[in-house]
C-alpha cells in the first residue's frame, strides 16, 4: 500500500506552511534537488532559513514535467543516497516551495524575481547554456535567444533575459538587486555568469549592463555529487521501499561537495552550518574538481563506450581504464592545478575511483558522453593548453581527444552502435574520409590547438595508432 510523500514519516518536520521564497532557481533537474535544495532542507530541518525557501523555474518547453511532478506533489520528492555496500539512505526533501514555468508564465516568473523577499537567483542550466563561445569567452549575441531577448528585453525567454529584466524592474521599484548564483561546472563559474547576464543587458540598455556590472554579486561556486538520470526502475524502488508515490525521484551517490565564494551583499543561508565551506577564493577547488573528476569522467565515457561498455562503474573497475585515467591525472592534469588548501589530492584521487565504481549509481556513460561536447573545452582541454604553454606532457589528453572522436561515429570496436546525442558526427566523418584534422579543425571547440604542432602531431599519431591497434592495446601502449 502507497501512500503520499507529505504522508511518509520521511516527510519534513518543519512547517512548511512558514516557508517564503528567497531563491528563485533556475534549471530544476536532479543535481539541484540532490545538492542545492538538500543543503536548504537541512537548514530548515533545524528550525533555520524557513525564509530561504526555493521557487524553481522552468525555462524549456520539457520542463513542464518537472513542472506537473513536483505541483502534484507539494513540491515534495524523494532523494535516496545509495552506497557502495548497498546500503539506501532516503530522505524526503521540502525545500522547494513553489515553481513557475515560464513559457506559459513570464508574468509570475518576473513577479517572483522581483519581490524584495527573493535575494538569490541560482543556476543550473547546463555547462553549454551560459551562451559563451569557448574559443574566445565571448557572449554569443547572435544566439537566437540572445537576440530575441535583446530585441525584447520585456518579454525575455532565456535565463539571462530573464534576469536582466528582473534586475531592471528591481532597480526601477527601488529594490536592492539579488544575488546570481552559478552552480554549473564551470570553472570561475560567477564569472562567466556575470559576462553573460552583463553582455546581454548591453545589447539593449547599455546603461542598465554598466550598473549591473557594478552593483550585482556573482559568487564563485564548485559543486560536486553524482546525480545519475532517474530511471524507472528509481520510481519502482522507491514505490517498493519508502511506500511512497514519487512522480520523478531522484537518486544520488553518498559524496557531496559545495565550496562557495562569500560574496552575498543581499544576505545568504547559514550554508557552513550544514557543510558548505564559505571561501574567498574558489579558483583552487574548481580547477581541482574539473580538471580530476570531471575529466575523468569524460575519460572513462570515451574509452569505455569504444570497448561496448554501459555504465561509469564497468569502466571505473576496468583495469586498463582505471590505470589509463589515473595516470592521465597523475602525469598531465595535477601538474597544472594550484595549491588546495586543506585538500590532500592523493587522497582525493583515490575517493574518485572509490567514487566511480559505486554499482548502485548505475551512471551510463552515454550522460557523461552528453557533455563531451560542452565538458571537453572546460575539463580537458585547458590542461592540454597550460601543459603546451608549460612544456608538460599532452599525449594522454591528445589519445582521449582521438578516442572521443571515434566514438563519435557511433559504433564501438565490437560492431555495435553507440548512442550519440551531439551533433559532431560531421567533424568525425570529415576526419573519417581522410582530413586528419577533420576533428580537431572544430574550432568552436578546440580553437586554434589544430595549429598547435605539438598538440596536431600527438593527436594524428594517436588517432592512427589507436584506429591499428584497439582501444585496449592502445591504453596499454601509453602506460609502457
Known amino acids: 500500500m502507497t ?33 542545492q535544495a538538500m543543503y536548504l532542507d537541512r537548514l530548515m530541518r533545524e528550525g533555520r532559513a524557513l525564509d ?17 511532478a513536483l505541483t502534484g506533489q507539494d513540491f515534495l520528492y524523494s532523494l535516496t543516497l545509495k552506497h557502495p555496500d548497498g546500503h539506501h539512505e532516503p530522505a524526503i526533501i521540502g525545500s522547494i516551495c513553489d515553481y513557475r514555468f515560464a513559457p506559459e508564465d513570464r508574468a509570475g516568473v518576473l513577479e517572483v524575481m522581483t519581490a524584495p523577499t527573493t535575494r538569490i537567483v541560482s543556476l543550473t542550466v547546463t555547462e553549454g547554456g551560459y551562451n559563451i563561445d569557448d574559443a574566445t569567452g565571448a557572449f554569443r549575441a547572435e544566439a ?16 539571462f533575459g530573464y534576469i536582466v529584466e528582473a534586475l531592471r524592474l528591481r532597480r526601477e521599484a527601488g529594490v536592492a538587486p539579488f544575488t546570481v548564483m552559478s552552480c554549473d561546472n564551470l570553472p570561475g563559474n560567477g564569472r562567466i555568469a556575470r559576462t553573460a547576464v552583463v553582455a546581454q543587458a548591453r545589447l539593449s540598455d547599455p546603461e542598465l549592463a554598466d550598473w549591473i556590472d557594478g552593483n550585482v554579486a556573482f559568487p564563485n561556486c564548485m559543486v560536486d555529487r553524482i546525480t545519475p538520470q532517474t530511471t524507472p526502475a528509481d520510481v519502482e524502488e522507491v514505490r517498493a521501499e519508502l511506500g511512497v508515490e514519487d512522480a520523478w525521484p531522484v537518486v544520488a551517490e553518498p559524496f557531496t561537495q559545495w565550496v562557495l565564494e562569500d560574496d552575498f551583499p543581499a544576505g545568504r543561508p547559514p550554508y557552513e552550518e550544514v557543510g558548505v ?25 570515451h574509452w569505455g563506450r569504444l570497448l561496448g561498455m554501459e555504465f561509469a562503474h564497468t569502466a571505473a573497475a576496468d583495469a586498463d581504464i582505471a590505470a589509463w585515467v589515473r595516470a592521465y591525472l597523475e602525469r598531465e592534469a595535477r601538474p597544472r592545478l594550484l595549491p588546495v588548501p586543506g585538500i590532500d589530492l592523493d587522497e582525493y584521487i583515490d575517493t ?8 548502485a549509481i548505475a551512471d551510463t556513460l552515454l550522460r557523461l558522453a552528453q557533455f563531451g561536447p560542452s565538458g571537453m573545452p572546460k575539463f580537458v582541454l585547458p590542461t592540454v593548453r597550460d601543459n603546451l604553454a608549460a612544456g608538460g606532457q599532452v599525449r594522454l589528453g591528445a589519445a582521449m581527444c582521438a578516442a572521443w572522436s571515434l566514438g563519435v561515429l557511433g559504433t564501438d570496436e565490437n560492431g555495435d552502435e553507440i548512442p550519440v546525442a551531439d551533433d559532431l558526427r560531421p567533424f568525425a566523418e570529415k576526419q573519417e574520409a581522410g582530413d586528419e584534422l577533420g576533428f580537431i579543425g572544430n574550432r568552436e571547440i578546440f580553437g586554434d590547438l589544430a595549429d598547435d604542432e605539438r598538440f596536431r602531431s600527438a593527436y594524428v599519431e594517436e588517432l592512427a595508432a589507436l584506429k591499428r591497434d584497439g582501444a585496449r592495446a592502445r591504453m596499454r601502449a601509453l602506460l609502457a
Open 52 to 68: 530561504w525557501g526555493i521557487c524553481g523555474v522552468g525555462l524549456l518547453p520539457q520542463d513542464a514535467r518537472m513542472r506537473d
Open 277 to 301: 565551506q564559505m571561501v574567498d577564493d574558489v579558483v583552487p577547488y574548481e580547477l581541482m574538481k574539473l580538471r580530476l573528476l570531471n575529466a575523468s569522467h569524460q575519460g572513462l565515457a
Open 3 to 35: 501512500t503520499t510523500l507529505a504522508a511518509s514519516p520521511l516527510a519534513p518536520t518543519y512547517d512548511r506552511s512558514a516557508l517564503t521564497t528567497g531563491i528563485v532557481h533556475m534549471g530544476v533537474g536532479g543535481f539541484h534537488r540532490a545538492h
Open 352 to 359: 574518485l575511483f572509490e567514487r566511480f565504481t559505486n554499482e
Open 144 to 159: 537566437p535567444g540572445a537576440a530575441h531577448d535583446a530585441a525584447h528585453p520585456h518579454e525575455p525567454e532565456t535565463s
